[in-house]
């Protein structure tokens, strides 16, 4: 059994079949999910296991990460929205990537779009890594909450229309200066270049 500790609270995992399965109490629990059956009741693929408790072998739901990342959807904290929010915008870099509009937003439920889309992606980045996408959208918000004369980074939730408006072409300005940076390995600062081209005051 393995602990991770997340915002205070100690999360188990147990070991079934080589994949690291959670105890759905302990997600739920920190989630902010109250009633662990009822959060776990439309999940598929819920087993049981058994753990060692201070009260002897107990046994427990236990969840596969697809089903923790579904809890984290229904989570209120703001690190769940936070995390929330990120998929979102993975999500709408790998839509772009395929060429596809804001309307046609469904044609990203469909299997072959998606296999694209993470072709396209693995074919821009080396080596994509999650800290990759934080990064784009970090230097991304901070040179739009610059450039409308915020002198603290805002959420893309906590932002006027305006200044979506104005985030678009940054975002796919920092997706491409990264991509190339990577493809080509070039010793500049992609923060540095987009701040500089990006935030002059509107």
Same mark, same amino acid.
């Given at each position: 059994?393995?602990?991770?500790?997340?915002?205070?609270?100690? +999360?188990?995992?147990?070991? =079934?079949? &080589?994949?690291?399965?959670?105890?759905?109490?302990?997600?739920?629990?920190?989630?902010? /999910?109250?009633?662990?059956?009822?959060? +776990?009741?439309? /999940?598929?693929?819920?087993? $049981?296991?058994?753990? /060692?408790?201070? &009260?002897?072998?107990?046994?427990?739901? +236990?969840?596969? %990460?697809?089903?923790?990342? =579904?809890?984290?959807?229904?989570?209120?904290?703001? %690190?769940?929205?936070?995390?929330?929010?990120?998929?979102?915008?993975?999500?709408?870099?790998?839509?772009?990537?395929? &060429?596809?509009? &804001?309307?046609?937003?469904? =044609?990203?439920?469909?299997? %072959?779009?998606?296999?694209?889309?993470?072709?396209?992606?693995?074919?821009?980045? $080396?080596? #994509?890594?999650?800290?990759?996408?934080? $990064?784009?959208?970090?230097?991304?918000?901070?040179?739009?909450?610059?450039?409308?004369?915020?002198? !603290?980074?805002?959420? !893309?939730?906590?932002?006027? #229309?305006?200044?979506?408006?104005?985030?678009?072409?940054?975002?796919?300005?920092?997706?491409? /200066?990264?991509?190339?940076?990577?493809?080509?390995?070039? #010793?500049? @600062?992609? @923060?540095?270049? +987009?701040?500089?081209?990006?935030?002059? #005051?509107?």
């Amino acid at each position: 059994m393995k602990i991770e500790n997340w915002n205070g609270y100690d +999360i188990r995992f147990v070991d =079934r079949n &080589g994949e690291w399965w959670a105890v759905a109490k302990d997600v739920t629990d920190a989630l902010g /999910l109250k009633q662990v059956t009822r959060a +776990i009741s439309t /999940l598929k693929g819920v087993t $049981k296991s058994k753990v /060692l408790t201070n &009260g002897g072998e107990q046994e427990v739901s +236990i969840i596969d %990460e697809k089903n923790i990342y =579904r809890l984290a959807f229904k989570s209120r904290k703001k %690190e769940a929205e936070d995390f929330q929010d990120w998929v979102f915008e993975t999500i709408k870099q790998l839509r772009q990537s395929v &060429g596809l509009e &804001g309307f046609e937003v469904f =044609r990203m439920l469909d299997k %072959e779009h998606q296999k694209q889309a993470m072709k396209n992606l693995q074919g821009a980045i $080396k080596e #994509p890594k999650r800290q990759d996408f934080m $990064k784009v959208n970090t230097i991304t918000n901070k040179a739009v909450s610059t450039k409308f004369g915020y002198q !603290k980074m805002l959420k !893309k939730s906590d932002m006027t #229309p305006e200044m979506l408006v104005a985030r678009e072409p940054i975002l796919d300005d920092t997706v491409d /200066l990264m991509s190339v940076k990577d493809k080509f390995d070039l #010793p500049i @600062s992609v @923060s540095e270049r +987009i701040y500089a081209k990006h935030t002059q #005051p509107s």
